[in-house]
């Protein structure tokens, strides 16, 4: 004599497996293939290469100031700070005086760099101050 099963609960699913659609999977779809249009010779004479000279903002001819850059790290370091501002404004001055000269945009970063480094060590020191009174 068998014994009826006892109704079991579902984990993951109310719909008991005799009750469930049968899905087929889908056959897989090959990509469509990607047609370039057609190029005539006439059309290729008309395109103009791209070169560095036709992207860049400017002309690359005049040479890196290196002032500029040693500026920007002496600004990085922090305690040498003032010393890169000081050199940074000295060296954008030049730059532009130059009218070929690169590394601006190192002197305005070393500018920039420096007097942050100056705002958070006077904020350091009026909050050491402030628990200090």
Known sequence: MTKPEPDRTLAYSAVHDEQKPISTPAAPVAPKPVSKPA?????????????ASSTAARPVDGEMNWTAVVAFFLSAIGLLSPVGIWLGYRTRRII??????????FATAAI????LWVAFVVLGLLAYLWILI
């Open 112 to 115: 920039i760099i420096g007097w």
């Open 96 to 105: 532009d005086a130059s009218k070929g000269q690169l590394g601006r945009e």
């Open 39 to 51: 190029v005539t010779p006439a059309a290729k004479k008309e395109e103009k290469p791209v070169t």
